[in-house]
């Protein structure tokens, strides 16, 4: 599912375009369709690879959840038009309803929260439009206690299991760890500290960890103050084995990105 990219070695970068009024960093932005498109136009003018449209905050603190109907009419006025700035979009829901419709409209990639085990249909859908599907882990809540690792490793254990009964192509298949749902701070960059771990699933990794909450405990900052954070913590994931970056602030990580691949080239 990656696409071709302009250096090669570089991993792919996912442009963030949330269509909701209370995602944690730019909840609200974006709603308007005039503005989901400006946005989206924006990201891919800053080189986004490919762009992620929500229109369902799945923050781990304070969100509401919705129905598929308003989900639909929030992502309606813009969808299409977003597939026509000819890159390749993810819908982010994890209702099978939502990503079926998004498919119908352009969208080729489905981006599931729960990993294919919250919505009994969404892995027959996704086996049956043979689109690449991003499984990420999560929990409903934090548990300092546990052994983080050990979980997402079990949980995307589950969740294969899932997509190899319902058909889904093992080469479609990307691996997200989920930083900062059902995490604390530390286990979030336990995570990315160890994520070469997870290669041992033999799958493409996408990491986002733009603006999370973890960078807040390292150095006290509101969302929209932590690109640097984010930055340092996708380096680390390149680093450590991830070949998709999820992002808000594109035109800096793809600046970091390249010239991090280009240092790398001298070695």
């Not at 589950?158 to 889904?168: E, F, M, N, Q, V």
Request: glycine share 8%.
């Amino acid at each position: 599912m990656l696409p071709a990219l302009p250096c090669g070695a570089c991993p792919a970068v996912m442009g963030v375009l949330n269509v909701t009024p209370d995602s944690f960093s730019d909840g609200g932005q974006f709603i308007a369709p005039e503005q989901a498109l400006a946005r989206a136009r924006t990201l891919v003018a800053e080189g986004a690879d490919i762009i992620d449209i929500g229109a369902e905050s799945t923050r781990p603190y304070g969100s509401q959840p919705i129905s598929a109907e308003d989900e639909l009419k929030r992502l309606a006025p813009v969808l299409a038009d977003v597939v026509a700035l000819g890159i390749p979009v993810s819908i982010d829901s994890m209702k099978s309803e939502v990503v079926a419709w998004a498919l119908d409209q352009g969208a080729t990639i489905a981006n599931d929260v729960w990993g294919l085990q919250r919505d009994a249909g969404m892995a027959k859908l996704v086996a049956g439009r043979g689109v690449p599907v991003i499984i990420m882990h999560n929990r409903e809540r934090a548990d300092p206690a546990i052994d983080i690792m050990q979980d997402v490793a079990a949980f995307f254990s589950r969740s294969l299991d899932i997509a190899a009964k319902a058909g889904i192509s093992f080469d479609r298949i990307v691996l997200d760890p989920g930083i900062g749902f059902g995490k604390t701070p530390e286990q979030s960059m336990m995570v990315l500290a160890r994520l070469a771990e997870l290669s041992v699933f033999g799958l493409s990794m996408l990491v986002g960890a733009s603006r999370k909450r973890f960078i807040s405990t390292v150095v006290p900052s509101e969302p929209q103050q932590r690109l640097g954070g984010s930055i340092a913590a996708h380096l680390i994931a390149v680093q450590n084995g991830a070949r998709i970056i999820r992002t808000h602030d594109v035109a800096e990580t793809v600046q970091a990105l390249r010239v991090a691949t280009a240092i790398r080239g001298q070695q």
